[in-house]
């Protein structure tokens, strides 16, 4: 199983990035999947989840600014980030779970290495 984390960098403030969660090694389209953020000396925090059915659930913090998406077809997880602001400065994570509840809590049956964002 793999999943890797392209598209981070650095930004300034109310610029925009889109990450990308390329994934193997597991049926993609069965999983809910989910971007996860931690920043330095902070936990990590569910950023975004996108559910099988194609529902999706965002942290308050960045309703509005943030999309997430997902093409079954490429076992690619996608995160739009507009208006992005300094305290969105962590390293992203993509994560894959069978089960929208429990991934959200942060249980996830995979995870990706992760890609750093910095907004300045």
């Known amino acids: 199983v793999q999943l890797v984390e392209s598209g981070g960098g650095s930004v300034q403030a109310g610029g925009s990035l889109r990450l990308s969660c390329a994934t193997s090694?597991?049926?993609?389209?069965?999983?809910?999947m989910g971007w996860f953020r931690q920043a330095p000396g902070k936990e990590r925090e569910v950023v975004a989840l996108?559910?099988?059915?194609?529902?999706?659930t965002y942290a308050d913090s960045v309703k509005g600014r943030f999309s997430i998406s997902r093409d079954n077809a490429k076992n690619t997880l996608y995160l739009q980030m507009n208006s992005l602001k300094p305290e969105d400065t962590a390293t992203y994570y993509c994560?894959?779970?069978?089960?929208?509840?429990?991934?959200?809590?942060?249980?996830?049956?995979?995870w990706g290495q992760g890609t750093q964002v910095t907004v300045s």
């Open positions: 994560a894959a779970g069978l089960r929208w509840d429990t991934l959200w809590a942060g249980y996830a049956d995979y």
């Open positions: 090694g597991f049926t993609f389209s069965t999983y809910a």
């Open positions: 996108m559910d099988r059915d194609d529902s999706t």
